[in-house]
């Protein structure tokens, strides 16, 4: 059939099972936005307040389901705009097609009105971008941009249209979506040789990273760490791999980890790293990190194999199907000298404690958890809120714990929130956000009550940067520069004036109350709850320390 760039646009689209995109149009993407109008009953089109907030809606929406996650732009700064949130995800490895409208062929290259070469502008941050000049281009390219943002490591992936090509007609073949290739599983005598590794550790420990929660590994690591006795840790992008509180979960690791995790790993004798890439956040110092064990790192990108830290063995590929080869060779064994150190450990983590009429992060997160069923999910904005909601937000499932990891973007957490509440509308949505990062993206609070989209914001208030004052207090003489925010901003006041509803905590009692009355309530809430400015994270390892000099 003959149909024009657009109606070729949405049918490729559809062919690669997308329900919903994310976007907001302008006067080169009119016409692909024509036919988004013309086909909303087979794609749902969510309108943000910008073209950030969309991306990383595009973003929450793929963290959430596993599915590639889609947002449209237009040309000039609506393409520029969502350069942040290409950026956020290509750091995360979540995948993304990106689709921009440029001016038409005939104005390329002449400084035309909102014209930028954007492909140019996001090579650095995508896995690959294409600029699309020809009708009959069209089609294989989305197609072949969906396979790249899918397979491997996932990630972004732009495509540039011309505003001629998305009117021009040409032939259109559907073709079914091609199932995504998956590298060759290792030979038989690697995975024997780790397996007798294993076996033959007196002290053996789990790192888990983001890879083995993007291959859906969550099971097959938590058997394999039950039936070898291994103690296991996580990075802030694996929260929700393993149940936290279990006998052999140690925590978060890291510069805001858990002294345990910090100190199983320091003094194991073999390391299985699973789907990380040891970055300076968990090994604050590469040249000293694991020094007394084995290092062997499975993971599906051969680039991040003895990038930051040297490994003893690796092996490429999909974390779950190879763990799933490796766990019948490993021999069912107790450890109980190395599990009772760690649980000595473990006695040694640092507990927050309570103080009567005060409102602390770990008591907000308390009563958030209690509250929440196992659907819910957490999405966080960056800073302080972030680590204290990663260290005490409890038990969580995989894909349920959202937020911005190695590029720490903040004003991330609306966009994602929204994103997460729309893929997921049977789920309680709530995000835990602080002053400082709210206020770059409060202006999606918009969005949610367009969208009946039943997000309760939680605003840890402390009127600072808290995580930049806390550098300044550690390292910077307690020179607060420009980190105290002398803001007016009533949260309360501007909820109701977006149309959703505002309330205040300032003690743990006032807190629980609230936060019952805003899931009760199903309509977007913020709840302004006022913490201490002087609030640490804690524990802490500065960088280019280790475990010996963590900060209690």
Same mark, same amino acid.
């Given at each position: 059939?003959?149909? +024009?760039?657009?109606q070729?646009?949405?049918?490729?689209?559809?062919?690669q099972?997308?329900?919903?995109? /994310?976007?907001?149009?302008?006067?080169?993407?009119l +016409?692909?936005?024509?036919?988004?109008?013309?086909?909303?009953?087979?794609?749902?089109?969510?309108? !943000?307040?910008?073209?950030?907030?969309?991306?990383?809606?595009?973003?929450?929406?793929?963290?959430?389901?596993?599915?590639?996650?889609?947002?449209?732009?237009?040309?000039?700064?609506?393409?520029t705009n969502?350069?942040?949130?290409?950026a956020?995800?290509?750091?995360? #490895?979540?995948?993304?097609?990106?689709?921009?409208?440029?001016?038409?062929? #005939?104005?390329?290259?002449?400084? #035309? /009105?909102?014209?930028?070469?954007?492909?140019?502008? *996001?090579?650095p941050?995508?896995?690959?971008?294409?600029?699309?000049?020809k009708?009959?281009?069209?089609?294989?390219?989305?197609?072949?941009? /969906?396979?790249?943002?899918?397979?491997?490591?996932?990630?972004?992936?732009?495509?540039?249209?011309?505003?001629?090509?998305t009117?021009?007609?040409?032939?259109?073949?559907?073709?079914?979506?091609?199932?995504r290739?998956?590298?060759?599983?290792p030979?038989?005598?690697?995975?024997?040789?780790?397996?007798?590794?294993?076996?033959?550790?007196?002290?053996?420990?789990?790192?888990?990273?983001?890879?083995?929660?993007?291959?859906?590994?969550?099971?097959?690591?938590?058997?394999?760490?039950? @039936?070898?006795?291994?103690?296991?840790?996580?990075?802030?992008?694996?929260?929700?791999?393993?149940?936290?509180?279990?006998?052999?979960?140690?925590? $978060?690791?890291? =510069?805001?980890?858990?002294?345990?995790?910090?100190?199983?790993?320091?003094?194991?004798d073999?390391? $299985?790293?699973?789907?990380?890439?040891? %970055?300076?956040?968990?090994?604050?110092? @590469?040249?000293?990190?694991?020094? @007394? %064990? @084995?290092?062997?790192?499975?993971?599906?990108?051969?680039?991040?194999?003895?990038?930051?830290?040297?490994?003893?063995? %690796?092996?490429?590929?999909?974390?779950?199907?190879?763990l !799933?080869?490796?766990?019948p060779?490993?021999?069912?064994?107790?450890?109980?000298?190395? =599990?009772?150190?760690?649980?000595?450990?473990?006695e040694?983590?640092y507990?927050?404690?309570?103080?009567?009429?005060?409102?602390?992060?770990?008591?907000?997160?308390?009563?958030?958890?209690?509250?929440?069923?196992?659907?819910?999910?957490?999405?966080?904005?960056?800073?302080?809120?972030?680590?204290w909601?990663?260290q005490?937000?409890?038990?969580?499932?995989?894909?349920h714990?959202? *937020?911005?990891?190695?590029?720490?973007?903040m004003?991330?957490?609306?966009?994602?929130s929204?994103?997460?509440?729309?893929?997921?509308?049977?789920?309680?949505?709530?995000?835990? *956000?602080?002053?400082?990062?709210?206020?770059? +993206?409060? +202006?999606? =609070?918009? !969005?949610?009550?367009?969208?009946?989209?039943?997000?309760?914001?939680?605003?840890?208030n402390?009127?600072? $940067?808290?995580?930049?004052?806390?550098?300044? *207090?550690l390292f910077?003489?307690?020179?607060?520069?420009?980190? !105290?925010?002398?803001?007016?901003?009533?949260?309360?006041?501007?909820?109701?004036?977006?149309?959703?509803?505002?309330?205040?905590?300032?003690t743990?009692?006032? /807190?629980?109350?609230?936060?019952?009355?805003?899931?009760?309530?199903?309509?977007?809430?913020?709840?302004?709850?006022?913490?201490?400015?002087?609030?640490?994270?804690?524990? =802490?390892?500065?960088?280019?320390c280790?475990?010996?000099?963590?900060?209690?």
């Amino acid at each position: 059939m003959k149909i +024009n760039g657009s109606q070729i646009l949405i049918e490729t689209l559809v062919e690669q099972g997308v329900d919903t995109v /994310f976007g907001y149009p302008g006067g080169a993407i009119l +016409n692909i936005y024509d036919a988004l109008y013309q086909n909303s009953d087979r794609i749902r089109h969510i309108i !943000t307040a910008h073209e950030q907030g969309a991306a990383h809606a595009a973003d929450g929406y793929a963290r959430a389901t596993g599915r590639t996650g889609v947002v449209m732009a237009t040309s000039g700064p609506g393409a520029t705009n969502l350069v942040t949130g290409i950026a956020t995800a290509f750091m995360d #490895s979540v995948p993304m097609v990106a689709i921009t409208a440029n001016v038409p062929n #005939s104005l390329i290259g002449l400084d #035309s /009105f909102q014209e930028v070469y954007i492909a140019g502008i *996001t090579m650095p941050i995508t896995k690959h971008n294409f600029v699309v000049r020809k009708v009959e281009d069209l089609a294989p390219t989305v197609r072949r941009a /969906f396979e790249i943002a899918e397979s491997g490591r996932p990630g972004p992936v732009l495509i540039d249209i011309t505003k001629d090509v998305t009117s021009a007609e040409y032939e259109f073949e559907p073709q079914p979506k091609m199932p995504r290739v998956k590298p060759a599983l290792p030979g038989k005598d690697i995975l024997q040789e780790i397996a007798g590794l294993i076996d033959s550790a007196k002290k053996p420990a789990i790192l888990v990273g983001g890879g083995a929660q993007i291959s859906g590994a969550s099971d097959i690591v938590a058997e394999l760490a039950r @039936k070898a006795d291994i103690p296991a840790a996580h990075t802030l992008m694996a929260a929700g791999v393993l149940d936290y509180g279990e006998e052999h979960d140690l925590g $978060l690791v890291g =510069m805001h980890g858990n002294l345990s995790a910090g100190k199983a790993i320091a003094n194991c004798d073999v390391l $299985l790293a699973i789907g990380t890439r040891f %970055s300076d956040r968990v090994a604050t110092d @590469k040249t000293r990190f694991a020094q @007394k %064990s @084995k290092i062997v790192h499975i993971d599906i990108d051969a680039a991040e194999i003895n990038k930051n830290v040297k490994s003893s063995l %690796s092996v490429i590929g999909d974390v779950k199907e190879v763990l !799933t080869a490796l766990l019948p060779l490993v021999k069912a064994q107790k450890r109980p000298e190395w =599990m009772a150190k760690v649980a000595e450990w473990k006695e040694m983590d640092y507990k927050p404690q309570d103080k009567d009429g005060v409102l602390r992060p770990h008591q907000i997160m308390r009563q958030i958890t209690a509250a929440l069923d196992e659907e819910a999910i957490i999405a966080t904005d960056v800073g302080q809120h972030q680590m204290w909601a990663a260290q005490y937000c409890g038990k969580i499932k995989p894909r349920h714990f959202i *937020t911005s990891g190695g590029l720490g973007t903040m004003g991330y957490g609306f966009g994602a929130s929204i994103g997460a509440q729309v893929a997921k509308p049977d789920s309680r949505v709530v995000m835990v *956000t602080g002053d400082g990062s709210f206020h770059m +993206n409060l +202006n999606e =609070m918009c !969005t949610a009550v367009s969208f009946g989209l039943p997000i309760v914001v939680v605003v840890m208030n402390n009127h600072v $940067l808290g995580m930049v004052r806390q550098w300044q *207090t550690l390292f910077y003489g307690k020179r607060y520069s420009a980190t !105290t925010l002398d803001r007016q901003t009533d949260y309360v006041k501007l909820a109701d004036a977006f149309g959703g509803l505002g309330f205040r905590a300032t003690t743990e009692e006032e /807190f629980k109350e609230v936060f019952a009355k805003a899931l009760a309530s199903g309509r977007p809430c913020i709840i302004d709850a006022v913490i201490d400015r002087d609030e640490r994270v804690l524990p =802490m390892i500065a960088p280019g320390c280790t475990i010996d000099e963590i900060i209690m």
